[in-house]
């Protein structure tokens, strides 16, 4: 529930809302995300559920407190009835029904308890200017107004805290330096959703990233690898000894088949040892192919998998199914 700062800090709510089933939806908005609770069956009704204050998240803040608040906003509540809109079908037939004619089917459905936005424009910034004197001297970053051209991905999210990269250029800078520069910079990021505070990861940076497609393209790889290490996948399911520093940066292929058939194979210790002792034999000459795409329903093995292929190809979307429960987004 949304409430008026505390002590000056910009927290998100004073108060939560426990629900048993729950989902946490990301929908890119170009610059960000907005960030909405779904909450499931009778726990979601706003007069019920158990409720605990904020005090334990504020307690727990992440290294950096960052001069702007306007990293996570709150979204306005008319904003939300706005976009979101209840439609109670027929089990049965699929057909739209009026809300008035099945009281109970509204009470054990979707609820939209809360949203917020994550801006990664206005977290890019601050992280800029906090490291003016440092990484970005003699560049036009001192313009508190400039922003570079940047590309972002959703790592992970736990709780209230998310893990997320960017990567952005740094070409403006080559411009005006007479240095040899990185061409792109990347940076690894946690940030705490409840009161706006993040922590640096791990700097990262590119020779020869030096438009938008392979900026793009640098920005994903640097997501799945980071995601793979942290679930042990592919290589990395390997001692790191074993896997060696060429193959640190690995990123293997994805499917989204929402299957399982295979699903053990990504952890097959076996399977990828002999991969890496191929491929360091190899020592760089031709192209050793991995022994197989990994399921990303091991990397997000607690989200429903969606599949992007019709994305990828502009075809429209009418259906997402969700693997482990009833729900499904439609279209209509």
Known sequence: ESGEHIDSTPFLCHRFRESLSAYMLFNDEDDGWRVTWITIGDDSNENEGIYSTSSSFANSPNTIRPVRTDIVCQSDGASVRGIWEECLSDPETGRRRGA?????????????????????????????????????KK??????????????????????????????SNKEKMMRSAETVPSALGIFVEVNLFDQSYDELKWVQHPSCNDASSMKQWCNSLALNWRMKECGVGVFCLDGREIGPRTKQWVGGTHERNADEDSEDDFDVDLWRDYVERRNAADGKGVVAAPKDVSMSNLYPHCDVISNRAVHNAIPVRRMASRNSPIELIYG
């Open 100 to 136: 008035e004619s099945s009281p109970a089917a509204r009470d054990s459905g979707p609820d939209v308890a809360y949203e917020a936005y994550l801006r990664v424009d206005a977290l890019l910034s601050d992280i800029i200017s906090r490291r003016q004197s440092s990484l970005f």
């Open 139 to 168: 560049s036009p970053y001192q313009n508190p107004s400039f922003i570079p051209d940047f590309f972002y991905n959703l790592i992970s999210a736990s709780s209230l805290r998310v893990v997320l990269v960017v990567a952005f």
